[in-house]
């Protein structure tokens, strides 16, 4: 059986149980890519090795890779489609836990003024899609990747909510908007109307200049333009560097700082942080 046949079959099978199985897909796909369209028995254990140790430094993504890969094999061994596995017996260390970047309410300032400088004539709306993007992610704690998913059906300007469709666990939720961050949205979408594209419901509400929606890869490069004009840097230690997806722990942090501050009973509120879940 050919490489791509059994990755077809593998993925077919995980989505039919219910899995969306897209960021595995990605995965194996790349593994084909690299290994090329060969048959099963053919694939060579020391490039399986390459392909999972990458061009860098061991990272989780090394164990994530091989999680998946371990998946299609043994799918593969129980069917009889082969008899042994390619992949490393040994497994390296995991490396440390990722420490999430606290980032201060100056620091979101300077991102947010950063927003200025992506402005182009080519890309009139990127400075204020950018802008509104930070201020959504802060403002709800959404993952980046709930925010660039959402629809214009899905901003309900008159109830101050967003509907979050398909989250983590294949979960919808709604998200309650405060007054200035719902207005913050709704001049955005004003400007938004001004992009050629699609314009339906369905449209994506973050969009590119062209009115397609914007990629997480778009998003975090630039993202990391931004942080660097605004000199946002780590100096606890961790090798890693802020990311985006830390404004939504961020947001957790402020808003427990926020309730203590008010005299709430933050006990009480714990589970309203809680059910957004910060993976």
């Keep these: 059986m050919k490489l791509s046949e ?3 079959k ?3 099978f995980n989505q039919a149980i219910g899995m969306s199985y897209r960021s595995e897909a990605e995965v194996l796909r790349s593994f084909c890519n690299a290994m090329g ?3 099963i028995e053919e694939v060579n254990p020391s490039l399986v090795t390459k392909f999972l140790s990458g061009s860098g430094p061991i990272t989780a993504f090394w164990h994530r890779k091989y999680g998946t890969l371990n998946g299609l094999y043994r799918f593969a061994l129980c069917r009889g489609y082969t008899d042994s596995s390619p992949l490393p017996k040994t497994l390296p260390k995991r490396p440390e836990k990722l420490i999430p970047y606290i980032y201060s309410i100056d620091e979101l300032q300077r991102l947010l003024a950063a927003t200025e400088s992506i402005e182009s004539r080519t890309s009139p709306l990127m400075a204020a ?3 509104t993007i930070l201020l959504t992610l802060y403002g709800t704690g959404l993952r980046i990747s709930e925010a660039l998913s959402l629809k214009i059906a899905d901003v309900n300007f008159s109830d101050s909510l967003l509907i979050v469709r398909n989250s983590k666990f294949y979960k919808t939720r709604l998200v309650p908007l405060g007054p200035r961050l719902t207005e ?3 001049l955005y979408s004003k400007k938004r109307q001004q992009l050629p594209g699609p314009l ?3 449209a994506a509400f973050f969009s ?3 009115g397609n929606p914007l990629s997480y890869s778009h998003m975090t490069k630039t993202f990391c333009l931004l942080r660097n004009l605004s000199r946002i840097r780590r100096r606890d230690g961790a090798r890693f560097a802020p990311r985006i997806h830390d404004i ?3 947001f957790a942090v402020h808003r427990l700082e926020a309730w203590y501050r008010e005299g709430a009973d933050v006990q009480l509120m714990l589970p309203v942080v809680n059910r957004i879940g910060l993976a």
């Design 184 to 186: 913050q949205l709704r």
């Design 6 to 8: 059994l990755i077809t």
């Design 10 to 12: 593998y993925v077919s």
């Design 248 to 250: 939504r722990h961020t």
């Design 200 to 202: 339906g419901e369905d």
């Design 129 to 131: 899609t950018f802008r």
């Design 208 to 210: 590119t200049r062209t």
């Design 37 to 39: 369209d060969i048959e």
